[in-house]
């Protein structure tokens, strides 16, 4: 917090003689920025160029005073560099140290793998779905993968009988009536943190961004399947489940938004996140393909970049599952024989993060 408030109070100090003598200043500025290079070479002659808070706090003060298309000829920092910085101010200030609890789904007690394993072996003939209902009997709410993975970690292979189908199975012959919906949360460029809901068809992989919020309170997550709900219009009608954690967030008044069209509610097991296997995955490659790489502001900034994707997502992104077409299209186009005589279009998305192409019609 010190750093950021020297970096802000810097900055308003230097925007002063900006706004009086722009051109002197950026001038000056910009031998400043030569000056402090040297510096920092004499300071490390005989290793590596690396610069300290000091240093990117001086350089980030600086840059108001210079013009932008000036930039890559005075600073030797790159965009790459200012997202590394970012992404460890964000680490920093999530890392949990001080806090007691671990982050994350706590581990599994010693007592509960010892008796999964005595189960297993006391039963040669339970599969992993069986023990876990053993488990839930006793009184110890443990998720199917995490047997399996306690299992598999000891060396015990599978039961010679299945105790029912696998969610590979299930979610194969269900997918036309199946929709599934999680939390992401953001990090801004200021280190808050906003929340966003996004659900998604197993079907078509379609990708619905109900909205962004820096509080997300269980009132708003209800509104927001009120929303989506008016949104699918008739087609809610030919879905059957909806996929959910046990978020505190999904009340009973979420739940009848949807039961109200029919749809009946799927809770996931505490600690079993294949459960939802395709909203851990799509909120995966929201992180890698945009989130990963761009620096958001605002909540307003996090949900008009969301929504920007998801047009993308479903009319243009191939998917293998549906044998490389988008969520929105039902066939590929013609093959293109004569490669010469058509142009290719590129439009970029999001200032040039994805790029779409297509041939000129």
């Known amino acids: 917090m010190f750093v950021s408030l020297l970096y802000q109070v810097t900055r308003k100090l230097l925007s002063v003689p900006a706004v009086l003598l722009r051109r002197e200043a950026a001038k000056d500025a910009a031998l400043l920025v030569l000056r402090h290079e040297n510096a920092v070479l004499r300071r490390q002659l005989t290793g590596p160029v690396r610069y300290e808070p000091a240093d990117r706090l001086w350089f980030a003060a600086l840059s ?26 964000v680490a920093r200030k999530w890392d949990y140290s001080r806090c007691r609890s671990r982050p994350g789904r706590p581990p599994t007690a010693n007592a509960v793998k010892e008796l999964v394993l005595r189960l297993a072996w006391e039963n040669p003939r339970w599969g992993c779905r069986r023990v876990q209902g053993e488990l839930a009997r006793l009184g110890h709410p443990v998720g199917a993968s995490t047997v399996w993975q306690i299992l598999a970690a000891a060396g015990i292979g599978p039961a010679p009988r299945c105790s029912g189908p696998t969610w590979r199975q299930f979610l194969t012959v269900q997918a036309d009536g199946i929709i599934a919906c999680d939390f992401l949360h953001i990090d801004l460029v200021d280190l808050r943190r906003v929340y966003a809901l996004v659900f998604i068809e197993h079907r078509t992989r379609r990708l619905h961004v109900a909205g962004v919020t820096a509080h997300p309170t269980a009132q708003w997550t209800v509104q927001q399947a009120r929303n989506l709900a008016a949104k699918l219009d008739v087609r809610v009608e030919s879905l059957r489940f909806l996929v959910r954690d046990r978020d505190a967030k999904y009340t009973e008044s979420f739940d009848a938004v949807f039961e109200a069209e029919g749809v009946e509610i799927v809770r996931t097991a505490p600690r079993a996140p294949r459960m939802n296997a395709h909203c851990e995955r799509i909120i995966g490659t929201l992180r890698r393909e945009i989130l990963d ?63 779409e192409y297509r041939y000129a019609a």
């Open 64 to 89: 108001s005073l210079i013009p932008r298309r000036r930039w890559a000829q005075v600073f030797p920092v790159t965009p790459g560099t200012l997202l590394a910085w970012h992404r460890r101010l």
């Open 293 to 355: 790489h761009l620096l958001l502001w605002s909540e307003v900034h996090a949900r008009r970049v969301l929504e920007v994707y998801a047009r993308h997502y479903n009319g243009h992104r191939p998917h293998q599952s549906r044998g490389q077409l988008p969520p929105l299209a039902e066939q590929h186009p013609a093959p293109v024989t004569d490669l010469a005589a058509h142009r290719l279009l590129h439009t970029r998305v999001l200032g040039g993060v994805i790029n």
